[in-house]
Nanobody, 120 residues
Framework: QVQLVESGGGLVQPGGSLRLSCAASGSIFRINTMGWYRQGPGKQRELVATITSGGSTNYADSVKGRFTISRDNAKNTIYLQMNSLKPEDTAVYYC??????????????WGQGTQVTVSS
């Protein structure tokens, strides 16, 4: 089993910044792609950003130039630096990971989510 634990959410004013972290632990042989998704009030869950084990990144158009995803493979941890936050960024942010265990079986995991609220 694998656990993803997010942290770093909170309340911030428009234009402010937050940094989210997601640490993976458990039966991990290798983690392939990791990413951040979000679900705003009354909306479907959507991609925010992903990063491969090699460091290749992909961003939603709505966050390009404002958010930066990064990864520490030694710590099985990813980060999301969020700058110039807007009220429409308000959502629960979820961490996601594609994990291969020691039996070479691959599974997809989700974290429990962390709330980000952008409001004055």
């Amino acid at each position: 089993q694998v656990q993803l634990v997010e942290s770093g959410g909170g309340l911030v004013q428009p234009g402010g910044s937050l940094r989210l972290s997601c640490a993976a632990s458990g039966s991990i042989f290798r983690i392939n792609t990791m990413g951040w998704y979000r679900q705003g009030p009354g909306k479907q869950r959507e991609l925010v950003a992903t990063i491969t084990s090699g460091g290749s990144t992909n961003y939603a158009d709505s966050v390009k130039g404002r958010f930066t995803i990064s990864r520490d493979n030694a710590k099985n941890t990813i980060y999301l630096q969020m700058n110039s936050l807007k009220p429409e960024d308000t959502a629960v942010y979820y961490c996601n990971a594609d994990v291969k265990n020691y039996f070479q079986s691959a599974y997809n995991y989700w974290g429990q989510g962390t709330q980000v609220t952008v409001s004055s």
